[in-house]
């Protein structure tokens, strides 16, 4: 069979910091289209994990492939060149800043050092827009909008930027009902568009409904990659709880 | 938004508005203050302290502060002097004292952000680092500088105004196309705002914050140079204290304390408003004592003011 590359192939990652160690050969894949759910409880590793692949740590050993090439990701900025964009729950955003400002912080177009207002803000309501995302003044602090509407500011930045890999730590922990549901709804616009995407998040129910697969870390090892339906909630929360993996009987 | 919406919230604004009331109330008080003797005088007074505002401004969007502005204007002063008096052409001791002062921020720069030490710290330190060396460097003698150079800088006019108002103009008119209209104002006030967020964004934060010390630095040291023309003479003791005076105009101004928010032309405004102050009060005939307590609950007020207004944020 004609298997695709996958988007991304973390491989036998390890991370030590001092005498903790944070990461046993963890491994990961992910492929064009697919949602992939990474799970475990807190300090299981995801998190570290996930910071290794958006360039924020870097890996005491263990490498990563970005479409079947060794890619070496030492800071955010080599992250983001491997079209690599990172979603946080929260901290994405300068709240003292307004949309266009943040959606271009750190990669502002300008000339000669002269920032391009104007255009900034022309190409902001453009990106904005494509993703059917209102917000009532681009001249507005970020702080100032709700939740749901600083998320989907943070989507529409990595969309423009040309994400190929986005990963969302927590993309609807500090949301209500009605702006999850609307970050589920881009969530799947970006799949379409062939978009790999690394789901955190401790809502196992979100998980369920949302993901393709699934990856569960423990103790900073892989416990179980699988496919999100072969499984039932319980059992995956089981995973994440124990360490161990559930047998199958009837294997899929 | 309106175009008196954007009036209303352009943070200049309301400091202007208190400023005018202010230099109304001093008019009406006596009619000494709007003389023009009176107002070369109060310019004069202001270009020093505003001079250094505009770097503190800068450092304290960054959520930083620069303790050490006071001393590094000393030290940069004593560099002149010294080098005048050794013979040395004007120009080139000029350039020394601004050097030393650019070295000095740059060295506080180096240590906050490689040092991971809060910049707090650090400024206090090379407060008293500096001060010291501008000490040891004269053996606490006071140097007379009669060159034409810093007498032209120290007592001419130019257009009817005093020379360091230039040097005040041309300051602010760099630092606010800095900060509004280069990439680099933008990223100091993402910093300024949420700095991990900078980080993440791939800001380069530390070598942002870096440059931000070392203007500082340039600025103490360019005040230095009105500093040497208005005295005739770089006694090492001089500007002891005039820090906190420029972080009081930074306060005064609205510029928010933790980071992120206000705009620099508003710390020459709060500047003005200090001095217009204590120039009030000299020729009101009140004794400087009171000075002190009425720009202390000034001070207080301002940032009062401020948190009222972000309250009303929220």
């Given amino acids: ?25 963890a491994c990961l894949d992910l492929y064009p289209g697919e949602v ?13 994990l996930m910071k290794i692949l958006a360039g924020a740590q870097t890996a005491s050993s263990g490498e990563i492939l970005i479409n079947g090439d060794v890619a070496d990701i030492q800071d955010p900025n080599d992250a983001r060149a491997y079209g690599i964009e990172t979603i946080y ?41 494509k993703l059917n995302i209102r917000i009532k003044s681009l001249e507005t602090d970020v702080e100032m909008m709700s939740g749901g509407q600083r998320q989907s500011i943070s989507i529409s930045r990595a969309v423009h930027f040309d994400a190929k890999i986005i990963i969302m730590d927590e993309p609807t922990a500090a949301l209500g009902m009605e702006e999850s549901k609307k970050v589920v709804d881009l969530i799947q616009d970006l799949k379409e568009h062939g978009i790999g995407i690394l789901w955190i998040s401790h809502d196992i129910h979100d998980v369920y409904n949302f993901t393709d697969r699934i990856v569960i870390f423990h103790g900073g090892k892989n416990v179980m990659t699988a496919r999100t339906k072969d499984f039932t909630q319980d059992e995956i929360v089981s995973m994440i709880i124990s360490g161990t993996p559930v047998k199958k009987e009837a294997a899929v | 938004m309106t175009m008196f919406e954007k009036i209303r919230t352009y943070p200049l604004t309301w400091i202007v508005v208190v400023a005018l009331v202010l230099a109304f109330a001093l008019t009406m008080a006596s009619p000494y203050f709007l003389t023009s003797g009176n107002i070369n005088n109060l310019l004069k007074q202001v270009s020093i302290v505003a001079i250094l505002a505009a770097g503190q401004s800068m450092v304290i969007i960054t959520g930083g502060i620069d303790l050490s502005v006071g ?25 020394c004292g601004l050097a030393m002062g650019t070295l000095c921020g740059f060295i506080n720069g180096f ?3 490689r040092g991971r030490i809060a910049p707090f710290i650090v400024t206090l330190g090379m407060l008293g680092i500096a001060r010291g ?23 001419s006019k130019f257009l009817g105004l005093p020379i360091p108002i230039y040097f005040v103009i041309v300051t602010y008119f760099v630092i606010h196309i800095v900060m509004h209209y280069r990439v680099f104002g933008q990223h100091i006030y993402a910093i300024g705002g949420e700095e991990r967020v900078a980080r993440l964004q791939g800001i380069k934060v530390d070598r942002e914050k870096l440059k931000v010390y070392t203007i500082s630095g340039f600025l103490a040291a360019l005040a230095a140079v009105v500093m040497v023309g208005r005295l005739a003479a770089t006694p090492p003791s001089v500007a002891q204290g005039i820090e906190l005076q420029a972080i009081a105009a930074v306060i005064i101004g609205g510029i928010s304390f933790t980071g992120g928010r206000g705009l620099v032309l508003t710390a020459l405004v709060g500047a003005l408003i200090m001095a217009m102050i204590t120039n009030g009060l000299n020729i009101l005939g009140i004794s400087s004592f009171w000075q002190q307590v009425l720009i202390g609950v000034v001070i207080i ?8 207004k972000s309250a009303a944020r929220q």
């Fill in chain 2, 133 to 155: 060396m501008a000490l040891v460097i004269t053996g606490g003698v006071s140097y007379q500088i009669l060159e034409p150079l810093f007498l032209t800088i120290g007592n």
């Fill in chain 2, 71 to 95: 001393s590094v204007l000393a030290l940069s002063a004593v560099t002149i002097g010294w080098l005048i008096q050794a013979d040395v052409h004007p120009l080139i001791a000029t350039f």
């Fill in chain 1, 89 to 129: 729950q929260e901290l994405a955003l300068c709240g003292n800043l307004d949309a266009p400002s943040n959606l271009f912080m750190g990669r502002e177009l300008h000339k000669w050092g002269f920032l391009r207002k104007r255009e900034m803000r022309r190409e902001a309501a453009e990106a904005l827009s």
């Fill in chain 2, 301 to 308: 007020a301002a940032v009062w003011l401020d948190n009222l």
């Fill in chain 1, 1 to 25: 069979m004609n298997q695709p590359v996958p988007l991304v192939e973390m491989r036998n990652i390890s991370k030590h910091f001092g005498g903790l160690q944070a990461l046993t050969d």
């Fill in chain 1, 36 to 48: 992939v759910g990474v799970l475990g409880h807190n300090g299981a590793g995801k998190s570290t």
């Fill in chain 2, 111 to 113: 240590i906050i952000t």
